[in-house]
């Protein structure tokens, strides 16, 4: 790495977040801002792993006295924290993390190390090296007095927790105690700890309450699972739910709560497993609980298109309005060509029923004024058809109109009578006269 690679740098925090989201560990490292006796600006002064977003940016103690001088320091910049593997494990993140360390090298004790690191990586000490100054404290008489009362203690915790006399831990062998360890975590306890090999399936099934065949089904690594979750509070089916499958035993209940396979809920990360959860609490079953999982809103809006009724490429066509005033249409009750009718034009959907009721284009009758679409209906609750309903909206010409209608006069004949026929026509209407009463004597064309 060089003094470039600084120029793209960015805080890796996002990426770390989708990481832990989808149960991934990796590989991060502290890089150097400037050029350095030991490296370049760019290249790493320490690697880890971790499997959340705090760790990089914690405090990183290397195991000593003198800790304030002696911690790794944390870059004060979250820019030169990166993410340098993401791992599917963390025995990938483990063996990454070794491989970085040989690539590198450590400071002080590599030929050539850049590195701040003390151990090989991985876990635990292996290849911890000690500074001259360490060495000769561990050589002092008080040391090995403060190891022997440590070790002491540690010896009577042990077997105050295993169930045994403490006289009866320490005369026993260390392959026994190795038993020992063994056992305890399949549940058993007291002097059983410490008996001659045997087969102890059957004790530690009825420890917990499981046929001793179906113990013995389960490898070692199960059978320490089984007894951390009898443990932890858990009884009967929920001791071995997912355990072959190396399944949580959360995810497995699930998986059998929601009737899907096992593996495949375990399989998916948290974001699509609480999706699958919330569409089987809204009634999907079956194949619709993993439809389109892993395409993100893109996934979403599918779903949403198939609850609605509509294609799926019509729908994506769609803006964001535009989709929000289609749910808002289908929540009151319309299906079909009305929750999609005008919505483009950005047309309410009174608008559109209106326009259609009348025959008219939604887009002719939206452009009217509230006014002049009252009119139109009125004039078609009147008889009135087609063209007409939209001719003179405003001004005499609607007076015109809206009289012709009511003496059952085309609008065209109303408007070539004289002033003295209308008025006698208003006359007539007033006293109640309808139909051909209204036209008598008074010579109005067809009538």
């Known amino acids: 790495m060089g003094r470039r690679f600084l120029l793209a740098l960015e805080s890796q925090r996002p990426l770390m977040r989708k990481i832990v989201a989808e149960e991934g560990h990796y590989v991060y490292g502290y890089l150097r801002s400037n050029d ?25 103690a290397r195991g000593t006295s003198n800790k304030g001088e002696q911690d790794v320091p944390v870059p004060k910049d979250e820019q030169l924290i990166r993410v340098l593997f993401i791992c599917s494990s963390r025995e990938e993140a483990i063996q990454r993390e070794v491989q970085l360390v040989a690539h590198y090298g450590r400071k002080g004790i590599d030929t050539n190390g850049i590195l701040l690191n003390r151990t090989l990586g991985g876990e635990g000490v292996l290849g911890l090296t000690h500074s001259n100054e360490m060495l000769e404290r561990m050589r002092h008489p008080d040391w090995t007095e403060r190891l022997k009362d440590a070790q002491r203690e540690r010896s009577e915790k042990l077997a105050a927790m295993y169930g045994i006399s403490i006289s ?8 026994a105690k190795s038993r020992a360890y063994a056992r305890y975590q399949q549940g058993i306890r007291g002097e059983e700890l ?21 113990y013995k089904g389960f490898d070692y690594k199960q059978r320490q699972i089984i007894s951390v979750r009898h443990g932890l509070g858990y009884r009967g089916e929920e001791l071995t739910i997912g355990v072959k499958e190396g399944v949580s035993v959360q995810i497995a209940k699930r998986a059998k709560e929601i009737g899907v ?23 999907a079953r079956g194949e619709k609980l993993f ?13 949403k298109a198939d609850e609605l009724g509509i294609s799926h490429e019509t729908w994506m066509l769609f803006s964001r309005t535009q989709r929000n005033a289609i749910r808002s249409r289908h929540e009151s009750g319309y299906r079909g060509d009305d929750l999609t009718e005008g919505i483009t034009e950005g047309l309410s959907i009174t608008i559109v029923k209106n326009a259609q009721s009348v025959g008219i284009s939604p887009t002719k009758y939206a ?70 009463d209204l036209y008598k004597d008074l010579a109005i064309p067809g009538h």
């Open 36 to 60: 350095s006796k030991t490296g370049l600006a760019g290249s790493p002064y320490y690697v880890g792993i971790a499997n959340n977003i705090q760790r990089p940016f914690k405090r990183h």
């Open 168 to 175: 009866r831990w320490n005369t026993a062998s260390t392959t």
């Open 367 to 436: 452009a009217l004024t509230p006014r002049e679409r009252a009119t139109v209906l009125k004039r078609y609750r009147a008889g009135q058809r087609g063209e007409i309903l939209l001719e003179n909206l405003h001004g005499s010409g609607t007076k015109s109109i809206d009289a012709a209608m009511k003496y059952g006069l085309s609008t065209e004949i109303y408007e070539n009578l004289s002033k003295s026929q209308k008025s006698n026509l208003r006359q007539r209407y007033r006293r109640g006269a309808r139909g051909g």
């Open 194 to 214: 410490l008996s001659p090999p045997q087969d102890i399936s059957a004790i530690a099934a009825a420890k917990f309450g499981l046929d001793e065949e179906e």
């Open 261 to 283: 396979d096992i593996q495949d809920l375990a399989d998916l990360n948290k974001q699509d497993r609480m999706t699958v959860y919330n569409r089987f609490n809204n009634g």
């Open 291 to 303: 439809e389109y999982l892993g395409e993100g809103d893109r996934a979403r809006e599918m779903r």
